[in-house]
Structures are given as structure tokens and as C-alpha cells.
């Protein structure tokens, strides 16, 4: 099984960025989308962003169009979620995944990473 490692989630104030990132093992990311998933206390699991294998081709939740950027470096075998223009309601467990399939089902994601907790205070 694939190994992902995220890290950068943190406190800020609503209105404040952060970038996650998260680190995958080749076999988990070459060839792969990537995406980011997350999940508040009491809520079902959200898509975020997913990227394409080449980095060229995204896709974003709703609620979070226009202030989160999804990338990848398929030199270092990482993807990022530059996250700008926090709100509360971004609160949540921020997990990250790998598929062989694009998309925003989270049952087509075979590899997920541990997660990491992003508090919004308002």
C-alpha cells in the first residue's frame, strides 16, 4: 500500500492562508491524480481539489473555488493545497489520496494519507 504524508495544517485566523503538503512514496503518485479531501467533526467526508497526472488539469469543490490552489511536483513526488482566504467553516481533518482515476469520488481513491487538523478561528 502506497504511502502519503501530509503536513502544514495549523491555526490561523479566518481571512489568513496555509499550504498543505503531502509527500507520497512513487509508487502512490507517478501516474496518479492526486486530491484533497476533508472532514469537520459530524460531517461526512468533502471533496476539496484533485490534479491530473501532468499538473495541468484540476478541479475544485464549491466551497472552496477561487481561494485554494491544487498542485503538484512530480519531481519531488508531492501535491499542495495552497489554501488563501480562510473561513471557520474551512475547519476540518485535511486529507490527502491518489487514484488511478480523476475525479471527485472518493471511492476511486485507493491511497490516503493520515490527515492534518486546520483550525480557522474566527
Known amino acids: 500500500q502506497g504511502q502519503l504524508v501530509e503536513s502544514g495544517g495549523g491555526l490561523v485566523q479566518a481571512g489568513g492562508s496555509l499550504r498543505l503538503s503531502c509527500a507520497a512514496s512513487?509508487?502512490?503518485?507517478?501516474?496518479?491524480?492526486m486530491a484533497w479531501f476533508r472532514q469537520a467533526p459530524g460531517k461526512e467526508r468533502e471533496f476539496v481539489a484533485v490534479v491530473g497526472v501532468s499538473g495541468v488539469t484540476t478541479d475544485y469543490g464549491d466551497a472552496v473555488k477561487g481561494r485554494f490552489t491544487i498542485s503538484r511536483d512530480n519531481a519531488k513526488n508531492t501535491v499542495y493545497l495552497q489554501m488563501n482566504r480562510l473561513k471557520p467553516e474551512d475547519t476540518a481533518v485535511y486529507y490527502c489520496?491518489?487514484?488511478?482515476?480523476?475525479?471527485?469520488?472518493?471511492?476511486?481513491?485507493?491511497?490516503w494519507g493520515q490527515g492534518t487538523q486546520v483550525t480557522v478561528s474566527s
Open positions: 489520496a491518489s487514484a488511478w482515476r480523476y475525479g471527485r469520488d472518493a471511492y476511486n481513491y485507493n491511497a
Open positions: 512513487t509508487g502512490t503518485f507517478r501516474g496518479h491524480a
